[in-house]
């Protein structure tokens, strides 16, 4: 009777962990993805890497014809890709929404085919949505943005289906963060900030 209390023990014992591994497992996120264009890859990739949430950021192109662009032909416009970034992210934590609210912040809705003082169809902004629920999220934000802008100037940021996603040379990656000095010159030499500032300066008043 002892053996057998003790083999009972053991399996309940066994039972216990194995329903312990099998709820972390459950527990494991279910990663989304989102891919927005808004100028220059490496100033689109911090606002979101801030956020609680978001996994990864990555730069590459997207929107174009030809498979594997390199970073020389997409900036010649011939490609028709233009700069993005991909980001990956726990939806349970960060929604989609909210991500639209931080690109929008990001850029400037008003320039067509340039962003600051990169021009060219290469730097146009966009939201290039993944599936019907986020195509039906980003062309309400647009519409919510052309009704309560707080600057002058029609939207044109495009809402467009994703094509092919294509990761940049590796050197662009995290580019303001391996390059701090650098970046910030160049950030502050187009004038990000501060048109940034001038677009969004009474968005909340």
Excluded at 33 to 50: N, T, V
């Amino acid at each position: 009777m002892k053996i057998k209390q003790g083999l009972l023990g053991v399996i309940l014992g066994l039972t216990s962990v194995q329903g312990v591994i099998a709820a972390e497992v459950v527990k494991e996120p279910v990663l989304s993805e989102a891919i927005f264009a808004g100028g220059c890859f490496w100033c689109m990739e911090g606002p979101f890497d801030k956020l609680d949430g978001v996994v990864s950021t990555t730069s590459g192109y997207v929107g174009g014809h030809k498979n594997n662009p390199t970073y020389h032909q997409v900036s010649s416009g011939e490609t028709g890709h233009t700069e993005a970034v991909k980001i990956v992210y726990d939806p349970e934590k960060v929604g989609y929404k909210k991500l639209l609210s931080v690109f929008w912040r990001n850029i400037d809705p008003t320039r067509k085919d340039a962003q600051f003082c990169d021009v060219g169809p290469q730097y146009r902004s966009g939201v290039f949505y993944l599936d019907d629920a986020q195509k039906m999220l980003a062309e309400q934000s647009k519409l919510a943005l052309k009704n309560n802008k707080p600057f002058k100037g029609d939207v044109v940021t495009e809402v467009t289906q994703a094509s092919m996603f294509w990761p940049a040379e590796a050197y662009h990656q995290d580019y303001y963060q391996r390059n701090p000095v650098r970046y910030k010159y160049y950030r502050w030499g187009c004038g990000r900030d501060a048109r940034l500032e001038a677009l969004w300066a009474d968005a909340d008043h």
